[in-house]
């Protein structure tokens, strides 16, 4: 199973832009899959999540720490938080996958784990779907930051 699933704002391209979703939408649809998963025996879960969530805040730019502290980029952040803490503690295999700046452009490249979130970062949007699929046909692991090599 894979899930895309965010908190969307009226204006992506505007961190301050009002929010359009519930802001508990990752956690709250990710622990209903995962009880439905288990009814029905699937293994594995691959979620998006965000490079800056969880642990991986400290490594990510000063500039980018601002914007997910001081706009509306905030509750998607606690709520990709709070949807890793229900795969934590769902019993099933699944990743969390960190992607940096999600573009739509350029081909699928391979993706790579890296350390650090800069403020020019991004990743194509058909690579994080490859590594989804990857994760999924894989072994699961913990959490990742992806960015394109």
Same mark, same amino acid.
């Given at each position: 199973?894979?899930?895309?699933?965010?908190?969307?704002?009226?204006?992506?391209?505007?961190?301050?832009?009002?929010?359009?979703?519930?802001?508990?939408?990752?956690?709250?649809?990710?622990?209903?899959?995962?009880?439905?998963?288990?009814?029905?025996?699937?293994?594995?879960?691959?979620?998006?999540?965000?490079? *800056?969530?969880? %642990? +991986?805040?400290?490594?990510? =730019?000063?500039?980018?720490?601002?914007?997910? &502290?001081? @706009?509306? !980029?905030?509750?998607?952040?606690?709520?990709? *938080?709070?949807? %890793? +803490?229900?795969?934590?503690? =769902?019993?099933?295999?699944?990743?969390?996958? &960190?992607? @940096?700046? !999600?573009?739509?452009?350029?081909?699928?490249?391979?993706?790579? %784990?890296?350390?650090?979130?800069?403020?020019?970062?991004?990743?194509?949007?058909?690579?994080?779907?490859?590594?989804?699929?990857?994760?999924?046909?894989?072994?699961?692991?913990?959490?990742?930051?992806?960015?394109?090599?």
């Amino acid at each position: 199973m894979i899930s895309c699933l965010g908190i969307k704002r009226r204006n992506p391209y505007n961190p301050w832009s009002p929010i359009r979703s519930p802001e508990d939408l990752t956690a709250r649809s990710t622990a209903n899959i995962v009880a439905a998963m288990k009814t029905h025996g699937v293994r594995k879960l691959a979620c998006v999540s965000a490079a *800056g969530v969880g %642990e +991986s805040f400290s490594s990510v =730019s000063l500039p980018i720490r601002w914007l997910i &502290r001081y @706009t509306n !980029l905030a509750p998607a952040y606690r709520d990709l *938080g709070r949807m %890793e +803490s229900v795969l934590t503690g =769902s019993g099933i295999e699944s990743t969390a996958l &960190r992607p @940096t700046t !999600l573009l739509s452009v350029g081909p699928c490249r391979p993706a790579r %784990e890296v350390g650090a979130y800069k403020l020019w970062s991004w990743i194509p949007r058909a690579s994080v779907a490859r590594s989804l699929i990857d994760a999924i046909e894989g072994s699961a692991k913990g959490p990742s930051t992806l960015q394109i090599s």
